[in-house]
Structure formats: C-alpha cells, structure tokens
C-alpha cells in the first residue's frame, strides 16, 4: 500500500511538474501570458503632444455653510492626456448636509470634449458638521478639442439637496431608539 501511494505521489508530481510548458503554451495562446506586461495596444496613442491646453478650475456653494475650492487653480494638459485634480471641501456649519455639485464650463462649447472619468459630481455629497474631505476629478480633455481652445475653466457649484437633508434631519440618530 505504501509503495503505491509512493508511486501514486511520484506520478502527480511529475504530471504537475509536465504541465508547466503546457500550461505556458495555453497562455500564451490565448493571451493570458501577458497579464503583467504593459499592452501596447492599451497605450493612449490619442494623445497630441503637439499642443497644450490650460484647465482653471472655479469652487462654489450656493447658500450652504460649506467651504469649497480646488487644490490647485489650473493645471496644463496634452489633449488625450488623463489628469486627476483635488478638490478641497469642509462643512462649516451646525448640522449634516447633503449636496450636489453641478458643473458648468467655459466656453460653453467645450463642454462635450471635457471627459470626466471620476468625480465628486457624480454623487450626492453628504458631510457632517465639522466634515472635511479631498475630492479627486479625473479627466481627459479630448483630442479633438478644437485648436483654437487653449483655455478652458471647469467650474463646480454645491447646491443642497433639500429633500435629502430633511431625510437626514428626520432618521433617527444611530444608536438611537426612534
């Protein structure tokens, strides 16, 4: 019985040890081989080194208690080019609020070519009294951007979310009995 589990134990070892080259050839077959090396086709080529574009970046709250302004003011992009800015955010006020941000762009036209791929704009913002926060935005300003933009301004305005604070106002404390 021993030597049949010697014997047993040999043979899958060596079946395991057989299939590695096989196991190579079906990756690199199918593509899996490439899994930590960078794909070259996954490169932005769309990215036109040729031409700067300059992003200035606005903060505003209307009516909230919320202090509100971007890291950096402006920042200069290769259209095709993904960039990620930070937005600074602190509630000020007494209570939890709930907001919205809505961004405008300027000129009104370059709206389209402004691809955001993260942003606090996205969601609701909810921030307790006393709350502070770094928002990040990632973009790519488009290569197809006309040439004759190479000023843009991306503005966010925080407006509250009234029917969500008065949610917020009447759910009952955690922890709390209600």
């Known amino acids: 019985m021993c030597v049949r589990l010697s014997l047993f134990a040999a043979l899958m070892f060596g079946f395991g040890y057989a299939m590695v080259p096989y196991y190579k050839k079906f990756c690199q077959i199918t593509g899996l081989s490439d899994l930590l090396q960078p794909n070259p086709a996954a490169k932005n080529t769309q990215v036109d080194t040729?031409?700067?574009?300059?992003?200035?970046?606005d903060a505003n709250t209307h009516g909230m208690p919320w202090q509100f302004a971007p890291v950096q003011r402006s920042v200069r992009v290769h259209p095709g080019q993904m960039a990620?800015?930070?937005?600074?955010?602190?509630?000020?006020g007494g209570s939890t609020l709930v907001g919205q941000a809505i961004p405008s762009y300027g000129p009104k036209h370059v709206a389209p070519f402004v691809k955001k791929l993260e942003c606090f704009c996205f969601r609701q913002q909810v921030l307790a009294a006393g709350e502070s926060?770094?928002?990040?935005?990632?973009?790519?300003?488009?290569?197809?951007?006309?040439a004759s933009v190479d000023t843009l301004t991306l503005s966010y305005t925080f407006f509250e979310v009234p029917a969500a604070n008065k949610k917020n106002a009447s759910a009952p404390a955690a922890g709390k009995a209600g």
């Not at 040729?50 to 970046?57: A, C, D, G, K, Q």
């Not at 926060?133 to 006309?146: E, G, K, N, S, T």
């Open 84 to 92: 990620q800015v930070d937005f600074d955010i602190k509630n000020e």
């Open 50 to 57: 040729s031409r700067w574009v300059t992003l200035e970046f």
């Open 133 to 146: 926060r770094r928002m990040p935005v990632q973009f790519v300003i488009d290569a197809a951007l006309p």
